[in-house]
């Protein structure tokens, strides 16, 4: 078992107005990707209407989505594939995506046109930083974090995302019953993530099977990826964990 390095996120209240927050250790790199024609077009056409501008105050998700519905976030899509997949199969569900990288979004954008979906919006910033004031307490239905960077160096732990702090303040966005869903094919930072999750207060394991190990099977609304598809047929492991907010 892996013991994770403490992080510190700061919460809206933890500087006075006007004093700039402490600098975070962030979980993401910045990588200068290369944005296809394709991208770039769904960018300038789809982006004024998906796209939200960051902001530090909260989010009316009923005037954005145009009505009331459970709401999902997600934390670093990537190209957005399964984001769309799982979009298209819960229409009664609006999902609001965090990705920090343009081609992701981009891509994501393309399928959203693609697809004819009106149930996604995106948000291009650092989820922490969204989370803490974008989104209010007890408003999500789900969280979903899918193949976050393992940050495999020992060094490199501290940047992992999934830390006691950041797990707080997820679990204090979730509405009673809702639900964290993360996945991952890196075992040290599977065991990671259910040692932080399982110690959360706030959280319960949705999958308690001993057998499993406390991890869950892959719920039917995640698709495989090409290269989820590739590992496990080269004999390598996938974990999924979910837990929910408890009731009380």
Same mark, same amino acid.
């Given at each position: 078992? @892996?013991?994770?390095?403490?992080?510190?996120?700061?919460?809206?209240?933890?500087?006075?107005?006007?004093?700039?927050?402490?600098?975070?250790?962030?979980?993401?790199?910045?990588? *200068?990707?290369?944005?296809?024609?394709?991208?770039?077009?769904?960018? *300038?056409?789809?982006?004024?209407?998906?796209?939200?501008?960051?902001?530090?105050?909260?989010?009316?998700?009923?005037?954005?989505?145009?009505?009331? #519905?459970?709401?999902?976030?997600?934390?670093?899509?990537?190209?957005?594939?399964?984001?769309?997949?799982?979009?298209?199969?819960?229409?009664?569900?609006?999902?609001?995506? $965090?990705?920090?990288?343009?081609?992701?979004?981009? *891509?994501?954008?393309?399928?959203? /046109?693609?697809? /004819?979906?009106?149930?996604?919006?995106?948000?291009?910033?650092? #989820?922490?930083? =969204?989370?803490?004031?974008?989104? #209010? #307490?007890?408003?999500?239905?789900?969280?979903? @974090?899918?193949?976050?960077?393992?940050?495999?160096?020992?060094?490199?732990?501290?940047?992992?995302? @999934?830390?006691?702090?950041?797990?707080?303040?997820?679990?204090?966005?979730?509405?009673? /019953?809702?639900?964290?869903? $993360?996945?991952?094919?890196?075992?040290?930072?599977?065991?990671?993530?259910?040692? =932080?999750?399982?110690?959360?207060?706030?959280?319960?394991? *949705?999958?308690?099977?001993?057998?499993? /190990?406390?991890?869950?099977? !892959?719920?039917?609304?995640?698709?495989?990826?090409?290269?989820?598809?590739?590992?496990?047929?080269?004999?390598?492991?996938?974990?999924?964990?979910?837990?929910? !907010?408890?009731?009380?």
């Amino acid at each position: 078992m @892996i013991t994770p390095t403490p992080q510190t996120f700061p919460t809206p209240e933890a500087a006075p107005p006007g004093v700039p927050h402490p600098k975070t250790i962030r979980s993401f790199v910045r990588r *200068a990707g290369r944005t296809t024609s394709g991208q770039a077009k769904a960018l *300038a056409e789809l982006g004024p209407r998906f796209v939200l501008p960051y902001e530090p105050q909260p989010l009316h998700a009923e005037q954005v989505f145009g009505r009331q #519905a459970p709401l999902i976030l997600e934390i670093g899509f990537g190209m957005g594939e399964t984001t769309a997949q799982i979009a298209q199969g819960q229409p009664e569900v609006d999902f609001l995506g $965090c990705e920090v990288h343009e081609p992701g979004v981009g *891509a994501l954008l393309k399928r959203i /046109g693609e697809l /004819g979906l009106t149930n996604v919006r995106i948000v291009q910033h650092d #989820a922490v930083e =969204v989370l803490q004031h974008m989104i #209010a #307490a007890a408003s999500l239905a789900g969280v979903h @974090i899918f193949f976050p960077d393992p940050w495999h160096k020992k060094r490199h732990h501290k940047r992992r995302l @999934i830390q006691p702090p950041f797990v707080a303040l997820l679990a204090s966005r979730l509405r009673p /019953g809702g639900y964290v869903h $993360c996945a991952t094919d890196w075992q040290p930072y599977a065991e990671q993530m259910l040692q =932080v999750l399982s110690a959360e207060p706030l959280l319960i394991n *949705a999958s308690p099977d001993a057998s499993l /190990g406390g991890y869950a099977p !892959r719920p039917a609304y995640r698709p495989l990826t090409k290269f989820e598809q590739r590992g496990l047929r080269l004999g390598h492991g996938v974990w999924d964990l979910v837990f929910r !907010r408890r009731d009380g």
